[in-house]
T-cell receptor
Framework: QKEVEQNSGPLSVPEGAIASLNCTYS??????FFWYRQYSGKSPELIMF????GDKEDGRFTAQLNKASQYVSLLIRDSQPSDSATYLC????????????FGQGTRLTINP | GAGVSQSPRYKVAKRGQDVALRCDPI?????LFWYQQALGQGPEFLTY????????KSGLPSDRFFAERPEGSVSTLKIQRTQQEDSAVYLC????????????FGPGTRLTVT
């Protein structure tokens, strides 16, 4: 079992709809959770982070964390074609530890 | 302000050659990380520095890989006697936090070993 799992997609969503991206992790001691966006041929760009159970909203993005279920998700409201990218879920495995463990990413396509 | 920069952006090496990849972190960032990203995969951790101290090198795949950050700023990742399986994008990230939260990535160096 991989430490961080994501559906590789591709996930296709019509413009203006809500895109829902999911991630599960295996280490119950994980404390910090990050979503990165990576355009083709570019480097990962941090878009959201969440540390506590519940929801965190930033503009059109909402990160949701459920530690009991070891599940973290990213919702993108009013999806735009410019949101088309690979979304990487990353987990910091221990409190105070620094390395990030990434999932393989979900490729998202927003159709105009 | 200036982000993380890496050089070269592309490197082609013949099998057996040594290569050196450079990372300039965001000014003042304490933490610096190296990751390796294979095509279609997420980045995989290689090593971590806090200032000049290398605190974690558990991800380095073999003793052919060596990293340094002698003055706590610029870092170099060196790969000796390159092999085809070393072909990947090497990403550098820096963080203002000593805990490494909120890591910001550079553009990467694409290494191709022929």
């Amino acid at each position: 079992q991989k430490e961080v799992e994501q559906n590789s997609g591709p996930l296709s969503v019509p413009e203006g709809a809500i895109a829902s991206l999911n991630c599960t992790y295996s280490d119950r001691g994980s404390q910090s959770f990050f979503w990165y966006r990576q355009y083709s041929g570019k480097s990962p760009e941090l878009i959201m982070f969440i540390y506590s159970n519940g929801d965190k909203e930033d503009g059109r993005f909402t990160a949701q964390l459920n530690k009991a279920s070891q599940y973290v998700s990213l919702l993108i409201r009013d999806s735009q074609p410019s949101d088309s990218a690979t979304y990487l879920c990353a987990v910091s495995s221990e409190r105070g530890a620094q390395k990030l463990v990434f999932g393989q990413g979900t490729r998202l396509t927003i159709n105009p | 302000g200036a982000g993380v920069s890496q050089s070269p952006r592309y490197k082609v090496a013949k099998r057996g050659q040594d290569v050196a990849l450079r990372c300039d972190p965001i000014s003042g960032h304490v933490s610096l990380f190296w990751y390796q990203q294979a095509l279609g995969q997420g980045p995989e951790f290689l090593t971590y520095f806090q200032n000049e101290a290398q605190l974690d090198k558990s991800g380095l795949p073999s003793d052919r890989f060596f990293a340094e950050r002698p003055e706590g700023s610029v870092s170099t990742l060196k790969i000796q006697r390159t092999q085809q399986e070393d072909s990947a994008v090497y990403l550098c990230a820096s963080s203002p936090s000593s805990r490494g939260y909120e890591q910001y990535f550079g553009p990467g160096t694409r290494l191709t070993v022929t």
